[in-house]
Nanobody
Framework: QVTLVESGGGLVQAGGSLRLSCAAS????????MGWYRQAPGKQRELVAA???????HLADSVKGRFTISRDNAKNTAYLQMNSLKPEDTGVYYC??????????????WGQGTQVTVSS
C-alpha cells in the first residue's frame, strides 16, 4: 500500500511562487520515478515535471525556466518549486510515483491532488 502525501498548494498572485512537496511511503520496492501532473476543468491531465532517483528529469515546455523539480531520495520526497507563476498554471496538481524509470509513461501511484490557483 503506497501512500503519497502532498502539501504546498494554495492561492498566489501572478508572479509569485509556491513549493509543492510529495512524500511517498509504503512501497516494497524503490520508487524510481516521481512526478507532477496538473489538470484544469474540461482539460486533459498533463505532465508538468518528473524526476528519477538518479536525477534524470523532465519539464514541460510551458514551465521551463520557471519550475524546478528536485528530490530527496532518503525521504522518498519530490519537490516542485514553481516561480513566476501565471494564471494558466492554475489547476489541480497531482503527485505520481512509480517503481519504473519511465518519466512519461503510466504511473501506478497517485496523490489526492492539491489545488493551485494563480490570480491575475
Amino acid at each position: 500500500q503506497v501512500t503519497l502525501v502532498e502539501s504546498g498548494g494554495g492561492l498566489v498572485q501572478a508572479g509569485g511562487s509556491l513549493r509543492l512537496s510529495c512524500a511517498a511511503s509504503g512501497s516494497r520496492f524503490a520508487i524510481n520515478a516521481m512526478g507532477w501532473y496538473r489538470q484544469a476543468p474540461g482539460k486533459q491531465r498533463e505532465l508538468v515535471a518528473a524526476i528519477t532517483s538518479g536525477g534524470r528529469s523532465h519539464l514541460a515546455d510551458s514551465v521551463k525556466g520557471r519550475f524546478t523539480i528536485s528530490r530527496d531520495n532518503a525521504k522518498n520526497t519530490a519537490y516542485l518549486q514553481m516561480n513566476s507563476l501565471k494564471p494558466e498554471d492554475t489547476g489541480v496538481y497531482y503527485c505520481a510515483a512509480d517503481t519504473s524509470y519511465s518519466l512519461t509513461g503510466e504511473y501506478d501511484y497517485w496523490g489526492q491532488g492539491t489545488q493551485v490557483t494563480v490570480s491575475s
